[in-house]
Antibody, heavy 120, light 108 residues
């Protein structure tokens, strides 16, 4: 069974940093592209970032470009999101999401999410 | 960026009703369109991929159609457990995945 477990969320002040982690199990992590998707309280889904299976291709949403960094450690079956210069509008539940084996943009599995609150 | 316009934003229907949600892309995305269901407090769940393919284990009352810019998601007979928010998502542009604004489905 595919399992994605996020951690690292919490309360942080504006301008601060936070690192999210996602522990993957139940599949060959190194074979799949991964994404981070977020959802602000009471709002819709917003794609944040994509990383290919080998980390050779990385994309970011314009709203986080230059502030967030996605990475992965295939030896540890883990996905990360380093978030710097955080703003109030970054407050959201952050989901780790696995792509389909063939179609990288097809998000097939989701973690339960971790809440990030940016507030003074 | 490819914009996804989903409508309606909310709807109320009776158990057994046929429910239809539409999603329009700002440019041709072929059939690179997925539909997700999100129940309150839960993560989204993939229901339909590539516009019309039912994900394994998803009830057959859910279906999708369309290609190009216009897509439709249908629940043939609404059930109480279908209360959720539904999102479309395009992946024609992998460098900028985008979701529709969501449709909240309630029971009348």
């Amino acid at each position: 069974e595919v399992q994605l477990v996020e951690s690292g969320g919490g309360l942080v002040q504006p301008g601060g940093s936070l690192r999210l982690s996602c522990a993957a199990s139940g599949f060959t992590f190194s074979s799949y592209s991964m994404n981070w998707v977020r959802q602000a309280p009471g709002k819709g889904l917003e794609w944040v970032s994509y990383i290919s299976s080998s980390s050779s291709t990385i994309y970011y949403a314009d709203s986080v470009k230059g502030r967030f960094t996605i990475s992965r450690d295939n030896a540890k079956n883990s996905l990360y999101l380093q978030m710097n210069s955080l703003r109030a509008e970054d407050t959201a539940v952050y989901y780790c999401a696995r792509a389909n084996s063939i179609a990288d943009g097809l998000i097939q599995h989701w973690g339960q999410g971790t809440l990030v609150t940016v507030s003074s | 960026d490819i914009q996804m316009t989903q409508s309606p934003s909310s709807l109320s229907a009776s158990v057994g009703d046929r429910v239809t949600i539409t999603c329009q892309a700002s440019q041709d995305i072929s059939n690179y369109l997925n539909w997700y269901q999100q129940k309150p407090g839960k993560a989204p769940k993939l229901l339909i991929y590539d516009a019309s393919n039912l994900e394994t284990g998803v009830p057959s009352r859910f279906s999708g159609s369309g290609s190009g810019t216009d897509f439709t998601f249908t629940i043939s007979s609404l059930q109480p457990e279908d209360i959720a928010t539904y999102y479309c998502q395009q992946y024609d542009n992998l460098s900028m995945l985008t979701f529709g604004g969501g449709t909240k489905v309630e029971i009348k």
